[in-house]
């Protein structure tokens, strides 16, 4: 198994956690890109502490898998912009 292979299984992972969530967490709402762009910027300080206050970047690495999947939870909500080919 490569090493993508590797994130994208533990993003999907990720995913399946994130979905099972009970009401104490998430309310099952629909989240706007905004709404999701919040949960990023919050996450992101997280993880900014997280490498600040931790030896070594298993915690920041930790939380960097949980904004990977609130990135792909937007997408999987709103939809995806594929990157144009390079002429």
Do not use: F
Not at 29 to 55: E, F, H
Request: glycine share 6%; with cysteine; proline share 2%.
């Amino acid at each position: 198994m490569t090493q993508r292979q590797k994130v994208y299984e533990a993003i999907d992972a990720e995913r399946d956690y994130q979905d099972r969530l009970g009401p104490d967490r998430s309310d099952g709402a629909s989240r706007s890109v905004g709404d999701y762009c919040v949960m990023i910027s919050a996450y992101t300080q997280k993880l900014l502490s997280a490498w600040t206050d931790n030896p070594g970047n298993e915690q920041a690495l930790d939380v960097m898998r949980k904004i990977a999947g609130i990135a792909v939870h937007c997408m999987e909500d709103h939809g995806i912009v594929q990157r144009k080919e390079l002429s």
